[in-house]
């Protein structure tokens, strides 16, 4: 959840964590639903806190002004992003790169990351497209050492599938 926040810019995303687990908590008791619903209502919470705390710092000119320096994803040793691959993210506009992580790192589905994000299927299928056409681009220079390549589980292919061709 913290690499989201981060990948998602948020100001002081260790705070944003901090308050999401809190209304997690206080609301829990009034939640309905399976692992698939907790899921997509805990991404809910932590969009709307990313959100907020946008709209918050936005007032601030201070805080606005880091929001305009890119933030690097990866500062714990620990994360599970690849720096390459963060880096690249980073490069993406907020919109593409929420739908990036909530689809592949969160492993949400379309539905589940329209009902979050408060867009249609349609339009997160477009921002999906357009962010893993950006990544292949600003990785592509570097797909010849064989490092700098989307990983083909970001296009969407299984694990049969290969982004040179189908069951290769």
């Not at 990948?7 to 639903?33: C, M, T």
């Not at 002004?65 to 490069?91: G, I, K, R, W």
Request: proline share 5%; aromatic share 4%.
């Amino acid at each position: 959840m913290l690499s989201y926040l981060r990948a998602l810019h948020a100001p002081e995303p260790e705070d944003v964590l901090g308050e999401l687990f809190v209304q997690v908590v206080r609301d829990i008791s009034r939640f309905r639903g399976n692992d698939t619903a907790l899921r997509r209502w805990i991404f809910s919470i932590a969009h709307n806190r990313v959100m907020d705390a946008h709209r918050t710092s936005r007032r601030s000119k201070a805080t606005s002004a880091l929001l305009q320096s890119v933030p690097h994803l990866v500062s714990d040793p620990s994360d599970p992003f690849d720096p390459e691959l963060a880096t690249a993210l980073a490069t993406l506009n907020l919109e593409q790169r929420e739908v990036v992580i909530l689809r592949f790192v969160a492993d949400l589905s379309l539905e589940s990351v329209a009902k979050i994000t408060g867009r249609t299927t349609g339009a997160v299928k477009s921002l999906q497209h357009r962010a893993l056409q950006n990544l292949q681009h600003t990785l592509s220079p570097t797909a010849s050492s064989g490092h700098g390549r989307v990983p083909d589980r970001l296009l969407g292919l299984g694990p049969q599938e290969t982004a040179r061709g189908r069951n290769a």
